[in-house]
């Protein structure tokens, strides 16, 4: 970056000079890093936009649009002169004032984003146009430009995850670029003659400000985390609070003990016993009576549900990232203080199909909860799904539970809608009650069932019956429709 710079500050600011320039390894080196950088900035805006910020359906397309549009904004020829810059300024001051509000403050942490990845991306590709070479050396710029596309991609796709902790990647990339566009800042576009040394004064100010308030950002970021992996299925981070332990899959809460006094194993957040999955592992205990509980878990998280666990019961996990069983091992205590609990590796669904070929688990409640962040895991929540969980269950009054909320989808009128195909008995059980002395947490579940006389026993029998919506369509393993899903509370970001 510095050698960029410094051969950005040595050419003219002649167009048509540099058009005639022989194309040197220092202006390769210039057109490669130009190209670089937006690319690199569109995948770390994407990343942290939908695995840190808010994993929306869809929501990548955003990037990927205003990627594309300052491409062609600046082949245009609308970057020219001191246009650019000024609403790079602009968009900074306006944008970094929103870095860091509130986890609900999605709306504004969006606009945050996007506008400073826009204002940069036109920014490198508005200098990329002016360094563009004559007509007949266009075929070796544009492998030149292709080639730093390729090289932006590979960085922040293959090398960012592997060496940077933490969606950090896009900070480091901003401030890059907002480096850059500092010390290219056309100053004499706005300031007489005479200003020209203060101008550079001016500048090295607001680059060491940068620098400074990335650092804060990158401080706080980090701030409270006493473990911090990341690898293909996402961030997970462990925080401590006073005697609280939380495990975080990016922004989602994924379970919180307390690890002092005599509530220690207490079921919190979203598996207190007021919760859907609390009252189905209550229910089915008034139906077995002393008899020991088989329960299986697509999900493991903290392990929060095996604080259910009585000495004689056995609890089977199934978890698709290993580092999550170590986790619930190592900083938390409610997996080992079952004794007869083991943990599964590898995909819910498919291990589920390998165990009925083998001979079925033979459940009494099997619960769903595997959701990574806010991210729809479509092939579990389809008919076919439902089906095979079903024939896991010991006899008809089994239960199977499926953990359904969500900030942006709903998604229990896709599990009733099943069940009505099925002609499964079922419950929709919102469970709104949040207290911090249980440490519960607001959930949603849906409770199915083969038998209507599950639903009778205290546990459910408060519990009204779902309306179920008539447009409703059925998810089977050929179809689904995640955006038809997404609620209109979604479009309200930014006054959450």
């Known amino acids: 970056m510095a050698v960029l710079m410094w051969h950005m500050r040595s050419v003219t600011a002649t167009h048509e000079h540099i058009k005639n320039e022989p194309i040197t390894w220092m202006r390769r080196g210039v057109w490669l890093s130009l190209a670089a950088l937006p690319v690199a900035l569109m995948i770390a805006t994407t990343q942290r936009m939908t695995q840190v910020i808010a994993p929306i359906p869809f929501l990548w397309v955003v990037p990927l649009a205003l990627y594309l549009l300052s491409f062609v904004l600046a082949f245009e020829g609308w970057g020219r002169g001191g246009t650019v810059p000024a609403l790079i300024a602009l968009f900074a001051a306006s944008s970094f004032l929103f870095l860091d509000v509130g986890v609900y403050d999605i709306g504004k942490q969006l606009f945050s984003n996007l506008a400073l990845f826009f204002a940069g991306s036109l920014f490198c590709h508005s200098l990329l146009y002016e360094y563009r070479p004559l007509g007949h050396q266009s075929a070796i710029y544009y492998v030149w430009v292709a080639l730093g596309g390729a090289i932006g991609t590979f960085a922040m796709s293959i090398l960012a995850p592997v060496y940077v902790r933490d969606f950090l990647e896009f900070v480091f990339i901003l401030l890059a670029v907002g480096v850059l566009a500092i010390a290219l800042f056309p100053a004499t576009t706005y300031i007489r003659d005479e200003f020209h040394k203060n101008a550079r004064t001016l500048k090295m100010v607001c680059a060491f400000l940068a620098i400074y308030m990335v650092g804060q950002f990158v401080y706080m970021q980090t701030e409270g985390a006493v473990y911090a992996s990341r690898d293909f299925y996402g961030m997970i981070k462990v925080y401590e609070y006073n005697e609280l332990r939380s495990l975080y899959h990016g922004t989602t809460l994924h379970g919180t003990q307390r690890m002092t006094g005599e509530m220690i ?198 519990i009204p019956e779902f309306v179920m919506p008539t447009t409703t369509p059925l998810w089977t393993d050929d179809y689904a429709n995640v955006f038809g899903t997404v609620t209109f509370s979604m479009f309200k970001l930014w006054t959450n």
């Open 265 to 462: 194993l207490n079921p919190t957040t979203y598996y207190v016993p007021t919760s859907g999955a609390g009252r189905a592992i209550l229910a089915m205990r008034e139906v077995r009576g002393k008899q020991p509980l088989d329960v299986g878990v697509v999900g493991l998280g903290a392990g929060t549900l095996a604080g259910y666990c009585r000495k004689s019961d056995h609890f089977s996990f199934y978890e698709i990232d290993p580092r999550v069983e170590k986790l619930a091992r190592e900083r938390f205590t409610y997996l080992n203080a079952c004794e007869k609990s083991e943990v599964h590796i590898g995909d819910g669904r498919l291990l589920l199909v390998a165990e009925l070929k083998e001979g079925s688990k033979q459940y009494d409640v099997l619960l769903i909860d595997a959701f990574s962040d806010d991210t729809v895991p479509v092939h579990l929540l389809t008919k076919e799904a439902i089906e095979l969980y079903f024939k896991h269950l010991r006899d008809d009054n089994g239960i199977v539970g499926v953990h359904t909320s969500s900030r942006y989808l709903e998604l229990s009128p896709v599990i009733m809608r099943i069940a009505q195909e099925l002609g499964l008995s079922a419950r929709v059980v919102s469970d709104d009650v949040i207290s911090d002395e249980s440490e519960g947490a607001s959930s949603v579940w849906v409770v199915l069932s083969k038998n209507q006389k599950a639903f009778v026993t205290p546990q459910f029998v408060t």
